[in-house]
């Protein structure tokens, strides 16, 4: 009794303590770009403006549908808030191949990463796809969203202007 | 600087490393040849290989292959039992059926499947002396070998001798235990103390059995079918505490008729399916399978065979 | 003991925390798969002892400066049906520390790892599929020049809670040459090689087994405007199994993949190919599928749609060939065929086949070699899996957009299912499946999936397939946090009138920031799940389930 009583005591200390330094960035983790370079996600910057970053796949049906709403609409987007898109694929080796051409046919603009051993995934926690972050200017993690239904682009933008102004 | 110092270590190191870790075998494979003198007089530790399998089943025929290679290798030290328990791939088809009609199944094969859960991770799949329960006692075939290597290698602190005076379908059969080493269980565990469990297994019965390559086999030889526990599944307590030479001996009657027909009642009136045709044993191919196990882990300490008849 | 150092950790840790200017973070994410399971014979559904199953996890990380450890908690009271019952009570397989200090990277404990593209060592975890070989142990990983990363560990690997006998050691370097020499040019090459090998003590009375089994493998990605070829050759020297039969398999393994795709702006061209013989590189070498560490992928489309991956391609890395090739187009806006918005189109062909022809593997016992090249020449080799299929999206208008997909495929049942030759032969099907999403007003969307499966039954085999399928999906949405679906499968063409049946499924879901909550109810079809070129076995069940998952 008395061992659980010290251990829910240091638990609580803990996690209060600790939670007082939620200011959440990006761990220093390497993803590869579309040339084959490893990249490490903390050097990628908006020049002070938002950044958002989506963790899709090619066999993922609402990834595709966000990122391909998201597609009719961004150079507004970058008009009016100056946000950058970084989308992260999880496609492992057996359609990492597919991830260029895709990107190249469907006329994205984004900046497209690949994760294919889900380094950057897992140490963001993220278990399942779409799965989307949304960073202010100094690179904290201000917003996350899982899943995409239609109509949640509009939540995003709302977001991406509420701290861009 | 720096970078130059850790690059040539690192270089070094894997190229070390590349170097010395494969080996390539070019032969010969096999080790040379295996001559066992069998000792008459000892009592020797001998290995338990109790293989579940179904005759639908197109993967099996290899596990009792390696049965069969394994008692080829290690002559009367490897025993085997083959176990038929409930699962798609032991359930017969009806009696007008042409193919796959005999029900191996046996409520004693159930319940051993029930404690050591050997369908749930797929057939072929077998113990050898029921060690590593509960989390690595389910072995391929491929591990038996390796595990009865392990096993041979510690010594018998049981003997167990057999005999038997069945014929024309019925007898006695004795089995003694004899302790070989002070054994004093008593101190470890408080319920724990060695069961002996004595059972019949029928070679040569030709019937169907499903192999991936060769498709339906109409005259495959099943060997060690597990026909019945004398003493139950889970059989007797013979004691927790022995000394060196202390014996412990039991008689029992066997009618071969009356446990046919038990097996068939119970393939008729519990079994799925089950039609009874699991009789017309020929006790000129049965044997008597013995085998003292601790109660705590279920490990098997010692195992013994003899045929039925011509005694 | 364990847990007086985790007592320990988490008395002391605040103290450590307060003594330092910034106090580092913790996240995690937590997720549980509840599910209940009632008898239905029809479906062959077995209801469970405990009623209820259950799968769990949180995972913690804690970052601060260059510092980072974790550990994750999983619990299987009892392993849900689909997963392995070896996955039984509660424990922490995952627990590591990862610190970088001058451009060294060093990880201990447990760690994931890929090198290349997976054909001799992929350690990674696959919730959905039951899939966590995580190596335990110490990996190291440098820079040493601009360009050149070197990679190299050490440990066990990890099945359902326990560690291998076999103790891998892995190294792998990639050398980005216009990286590392600052080359400009359209053309840029990046070179790579990997070694792995697996020590593990031979107990085999019989036979002389290898200790030490290597796999190594060499691989180059060529990029020049929009193409992007990408080779990779591996080779596994001689690592039979175990036991005493006869016929022991000593003949060396290989795999060769050759990619070549070419993309630009509104059209994207993939040809993917591989060659693989004997290529299974297991922890313990007498083990089964549940102890692989390497990652040979399924040369085949990544299907959405149920009826279309109603049967998977599996890759058998014990011999086959193949090869997928897809085209992406997307037709111009406002042109004849584009309509206002344009429409995009997929075409993919996949096929796989033994490689039986010749000599390989599959056909002898103690030496062996196979030509490649002949393989890839299909006329004597028989046929694993087909895919020919044409998906085409069009957005009609601002509230409607439609998805098409029609597909032919042949399914090689006897062999990817593992079953005998000749009991249900090559099923070949016809697939369709329409799409079709309207935006009732802003925010609520309504979507309806309409798929049908015709299937034929191989002539020459003894047992009949599922037969023909209707699939129907309704799916409304809130945005941004309500879901709700309803779908049947419907066996309307099952040779057996007793097995035509519906499968009904409702879902209900909730998605709230970082938290999602599902609720589902019905009937699930046994089937196969497959993720990449790894298979599971789904048992059929009834019963209503419920999905947390969580981030924090």
Not at chain 2, 3 to 14: A, R, S
Not at chain 3, 244 to 264: E, M, P, R, W
């Amino acid at each position: 009794m008395t061992k659980k009583l010290i251990l829910s005591v240091c638990a609580i200390t803990f996690f209060t303590v600790s939670s007082f330094a939620q200011n959440r960035t990006l761990p220093s983790v390497k993803i590869k770009n579309l040339k084959g370079s490893l990249v490490d996600i903390q050097t990628i910057e908006n020049d002070g403006n938002p950044i958002v970053i989506s963790f899709w796949a090619t066999w993922c049906k609402p990834c595709k549908k966000e990122l391909n709403t998201i597609a009719e609409v961004y150079e507004e987007w970058q008009d009016d808030t100056g946000v950058k898109l970084i989308a992260i694929s999880i496609d492992d080796s057996r359609s990492s191949s597919k991830v260029k051409p895709y990107v190249n046919s469907s006329g994205w603009e984004y900046e497209v990463y690949l994760d294919p051993n889900r380094d950057l995934a897992r140490s963001l926690g993220v278990s399942t796809v779409p799965h989307t972050f949304l960073l202010d200017g100094d690179g904290n993690i201000v917003w996350e969203h899982r899943g995409y239904i239609e109509g949640d682009e509009d939540e995003l933008l709302e977001q991406i202007e509420h701290i861009s102004n | 600087m720096k970078h130059l110092k850790y690059t040539i270590i690192f270089f070094i190191g894997v190229l070390l490393f590349n170097i010395t870790s494969c080996d390539t075998v070019e032969g010969p494979y096999l080790i040379g040849d295996n001559t066992n003198p069998v000792d008459t007089n000892t009592f020797v530790k001998k290995v338990l290989i109790e293989d579940f399998t179904g005759h639908r089943c197109p993967n099996c025929p290899s596990a009792a292959e390696e049965l069969a290679a394994l008692q080829n290798f290690y002559g009367d030290k490897v025993i085997g039992i083959a176990i038929h328990p409930s699962s798609t791939f032991s359930t017969p088809s009806p009696l007008t059926s042409s193919s796959y009609s005999y029900d191996f199944r046996t409520e004693f094969g159930d319940d051993i499947d029930d404690i050591f859960e050997l369908t749930t991770v797929g057939l072929p799949r077998g113990m050898v002396n029921r060690t590593g329960f509960d989390t690595d006692h389910q072995l391929g075939k491929d591990e038996w070998s390796s595990a009865v290597q392990t096993e041979l290698a510690k010594s018998p602190i049981f003997g167990i001798t057999l005999s038997s005076d069945v014929s024309n379908g019925n007898g006695i059969i004795s089995v003694t235990a004899e302790a070989l080493t002070n054994i004093n269980l008593d101190k470890i565990h408080e319920l724990e103390d060695y069961k002996i469990v004595v059972c019949l297994t029928e070679n040569n019965i030709v019937q169907w059995q499903k192999d991936n390559t060769l498709g339906d086999i109409d005259n495959y030889e099943h060997n060690h079918v597990l026909r019945v526990m004398l003493n139950t599944t889970f059989g007797e307590s013979i004691g927790n505490s022995f000394v060196d030479g202390d014996v412990w001996e039991k008689d029992y009657s066997v009618d071969i008729t009356t446990l046919e027909n038990a097996n068939a009642n119970y393939s008729l009136n519990t079994l799925f399916m089950g039609n009874g045709n699991c009789k017309e044993w020929n006790e000129d191919n049965m044997e008597i399978v013995a085998y003292i196990y601790n109660t705590n882990n279920y490990e098997i300490v010692q195992v013994e065979e003899i045929h039925l008849t011509n005694h | 003991m364990k847990k007086l150092l985790l007592l320990s950790f988490i008395f002391v840790s605040p103290y450590i925390l307060l003594s330092q200017d910034n106090l580092g973070q913790i996240h995690g994410n937590f997720e549980t798969n509840l599910q209940s399971y009632t008898d239905d014979p029809s479906i062959d559904a077995v209801a469970a002892d405990e009623i209820i199953l259950n799968n769990a996890y949180l995972n913690i990380l804690y970052t601060k400066g260059n510092f980072t450890g974790g550990l994750r908690y999983e619990s299987y009271l009892n392993a849900l049906q689909d997963y392995d019952s070896r996955y039984q009570g509660n424990g922490m397989p995952y627990r590591f520390a990862r610190y970088t200090s001058d451009g060294l990277d060093v990880t201990v404990g447990n760690y994931y790892e890929q090198f290349g593209s997976g054909l001799v060592l992929r350690s990674y975890e696959d919730k959905g599929l039951g899939i966590d070989n995580s190596l335990d142990g110490v990996r190291l990983k440098y820079s040493p020049i601009n360009g050149l990363y070197v990679t190299g560990l050490i440990g066990k690997s990890r099945t359902y809670f326990e560690y291998s006998e076999g103790i891998i050691r892995g190294a792998d370097a990639e050398f980005n040459i216009n990286e590392s020499l600052k080359l400009e040019g359209k053309t840029s090459y990046i070179l790579g090689g990997s070694f792995v090998s697996r020590f593990q003590k031979d107990n085999n009375p019989a036979f002389n087994l290898p200790e030490n089994v290597a796999v190594m493998s060499a691989r180059l990605n060529i990029m020049h405007g929009g193409f992007n070829y990408y080779g990779e050759y591996a080779h596994k020297i001689n690592d039979p199994v175990g036991g005493v039969s006869l016929d022991k398999n000593y003949a060396s393994g290989k795999a060769i993949v050759n990619n070549l795709t070419y993309s630009q702006k509104g059209l994207g061209i993939t040809i993917e190919s591989h060659f693989v013989d004997h290529m299974e590189f297991r922890s313990e070498r007498a083990k089964q599928k549940e102890f692989i560490i390497n990652y040979i992928p399924t040369l085949s489309k990544n299907h959405a749609y149920t009826l279309l991956a109603l049967y998977p391609c599996a890759t058998q890395p014990e011999g086959e060939a193949g090869v997928n090739t897809n085209i992406f187009y997307k037709i111009p806006k406002n042109t004849l065929l584009g309509g206002k918005y344009g429409t995009k189109l997929n075409l993919n062909f996949a096929r796989t086949n033994s490689i039986e022809g010749g000599t390989s593997y599959l056909n002898d016992s103690s030496s062996h070699t196979s030509r490649p090249l002949k393989a890839i020449f299909i006329k004597n080799e028989i046929l694993y899996f087909s895919d020919f299929n044409l998906e085409i999206n069009k957005k009609i208008n601002k509230k409607v957009n439609l998805n098409l997909v029609i597909a032919k495929q042949k399914y090689n049942k006897d062999v990817l299912e593992g079953k005998t030759i000749g009991e249900y032969g090559i099923i070949s099907s016809t697939i369709a499946v329409a799409d079709v999403s309207y935006k009732i007003k802003k925010g609520h969307t309504i979507r309806l999936e309409l798929q049908e499966l015709l299937s034929e039954d191989d002539a020459t085999a003894t047992n009949h397939a599922d037969g023909d399928w209707h699939m129907m999906l309704a799916e409304y949405t809130i945005s941004p946090n309500w879901f709700f679906a309803i779908q049947d499968m419907y066996n309307y063409g099952n040779y057996y009138e007793d097995k035509q049946l519906h499968y009904v499924n409702t879902s209900i879901g909730y998605l709230k920031g970082a938290n999602r909550f599902e609720i589902g109810y019905g009937k699930k079809r046994a089937g196969i799940f497959c993720v990449g070129g790894v298979c599971k076995e789904v048992p059929s069940s009834n019963g209503f389930s419920l999905n947390i998952s969580s981030s924090f």
